[in-house]
């Protein structure tokens, strides 16, 4: 089992950046799948990044893609999301989420653990 905990959400204008980070417990953080998923208010949660067990292949949500950045360092057990050019539709919590399952495709899921969520709101 992990346990997920976020950091570094916040307030940012538009066009601004925020970087998201995921720590993890456990010592076997390189046998897990990453993702990072966000809940705008209203909506259903959505996919928007994810990493291989080594970091070797990543997938993004299309409104995400060439913006958001997502990489992991395994030897710390952290996960982090690099978010540029923000836009006021980004606002939402963004929550980390793990898997040991052999899961395919673009590795939107399905996730066994997650975070309990860094709020993110970008102004206009």
């Known amino acids: ?6 950091s570094g959400g916040g307030l940012v ?3 601004g950046s925020l ?7 456990g ?23 994810a990493l291989s067990r ?7 949500a299309e409104t995400v893609k060439g913006r958001f950045t997502i990489s992991r360092d395994n030897a710390k057990n ?8 923000l836009k006021p539709e980004d606002t939402a919590v963004y929550y980390c989420a793990a898997t040991e399952r052999r ?9 066994d653990y997650w975070g309990q969520g860094t709020q ?3 102004s206009s």
Do not use: D
């Open 1 to 6: 089992q992990v346990q997920l905990v976020e």
């Open 13 to 15: 204008q538009a066009g």
């Open 19 to 25: 970087r998201l980070s995921c720590a993890a417990s």
């Open 27 to 49: 010592r076997t953080f390189s046998s897990y799948v990453m993702g990072w998923f966000r809940q705008a208010p209203g909506k259903e949660r959505e996919f928007v990044a």
């Open 54 to 60: 080594l970091g070797v292949s990543t997938f993004y």
């Open 78 to 85: 952290t996960v982090h999301l690099q978010m540029n050019s």
């Open 103 to 111: 899961i395919s495709g673009t590795l939107q899921g399905p996730y």
């Open 120 to 122: 993110v709101t970008v």
